[in-house]
């Protein structure tokens, strides 16, 4: 189990214990673990010792914990191509997971200045805010605001905004979406996400900040959004 004499440390011992319990399905996707309590009897070592064990594997994504729940086996992670602009629709459906969506604003309203200026629109002129918990198979993925030119989607609706942003603009509007520019930094996760995003307060978040364009270069969507660290990663 633990060789207390060995110079691996006891916490990476632990790790390695509790990957290989989850890589021969002891414990499967989406499946709480024992307590810090029962580990630290399990192992013999001190709760602070099993406590870094865990923290070390909720930081890389293999674990996740769930306020007032415990600590959960990590489902796979959404993977999206940093290269692609995607709705999230999209995405999920190419990885077999459902989509749906939490509006928590939906209004009509000026835009500030980087708005406009991101936009490259006026600072009289409309624009819709939308903000969005993203949930893939009813697991929160991220945080979407979504802010859009009032002229290029009148007539939207929640309805649409539930189904997909992006299928709206193509279909009921016509447009053909093109290109845009994006950043992704890390961020710790602040009060209001932790609660909406059912994660600890310092989580690891990703942070993007996004321009989509039509094909004919001109920006339809501003969008910043916070993805929890542990369920979704982009690759190159």
Do not use: C
């Not at 959960?72 to 190419?94: A, C, D, G, H, R």
């Amino acid at each position: 189990m633990i060789n207390k004499e060995s110079p691996i440390p006891m916490y990476y011992q632990i790790q390695e214990h509790i990957r290989e319990n989850i890589k021969q399905h002891k414990w499967a996707k989406g499946e709480a673990i024992p307590s810090e309590r029962i580990l630290t009897e399990q192992f013999g070592v001190s709760r602070m010792t099993v406590r870094q064990a865990v923290q070390g594997l909720v930081d890389e994504g293999i674990l996740m914990r769930k306020r007032g729940s415990g600590t959960y086996v990590s489902n796979e992670k959404v993977e999206q191509p940093l290269k692609e602009i995607t709705s999230f629709t999209k995405l999920m459906e190419q990885r077999g997971m459902k989509a749906s969506s939490k509006i928590t604003v939906f209004t009509v309203r000026k835009p500030n200045e980087i708005e406009a200026e991101n936009l490259k629109i006026s600072l009289g002129f409309d624009v819709y805010h939308i903000e969005r918990i993203r949930l893939g198979d009813q697991i929160p993925i991220a945080i979407e605001t979504s802010i859009v030119p009032y002229y290029m989607a009148e007539g939207l609706t929640e309805a649409d905004v539930q189904h997909s942003l992006y299928e709206f603009l193509e279909v009921k509007k016509g447009y053909s979406l093109g290109d845009g520019q994006q950043s992704v930094e890390a961020i710790a996760a602040s009060k209001r996400i932790s609660k909406l995003l059912d994660v600890a307060i310092d989580s690891p978040i990703l942070q993007i900040e996004r321009v989509a364009t039509l094909k004919t270069g001109a920006p339809f969507e501003y969008v910043r959004s916070q993805y929890v660290g542990s369920r979704f990663k982009f690759y190159l």
